[in-house]
């Protein structure tokens, strides 16, 4: 089994994601669905973590029905106002919200 990188590695990865243009927020939940790192208030942050833990079970429910030796490696749902996209591992899961419409400037 793979050691976990280092915090700082892991505080610079999250600032490289959040430095991107249209990124709004991320939240980092573990596997009971509670924040571990967030840049949103509490309430939102709550938001995510509850409906997106929920989505990505079934997501992952779903894909091991299909193949049970598959597993769900990513998840990406947009919307009209949003995207969001959600990486989940056994030991947490990274979910990543962003304005799709707004560019580069």
Known sequence: MMDPPPQGE???????????PGVL???VINPQGLA??????NATTQLYAN??????SMARSSVRDLD???????L????????IMVAPS???????????NQRDV
């Open 10 to 20: 892991v505080e610079n990865i999250l600032k490289r994601i959040t430095s991107h």
């Open 25 to 27: 927020g991320l939240v």
């Open 36 to 41: 571990i790192k967030t840049t949103m208030d």
């Open 51 to 56: 409906n997106f833990k929920n989505l990505t």
């Open 68 to 74: 049970p030796l598959d597993d769900l490696k990513f």
């Open 76 to 83: 990406r749902v947009r919307s009209r106002k949003y995207e």
């Open 90 to 100: 056994g030991d947490y899961s990274l979910i990543v919200i962003q304005n799709p």
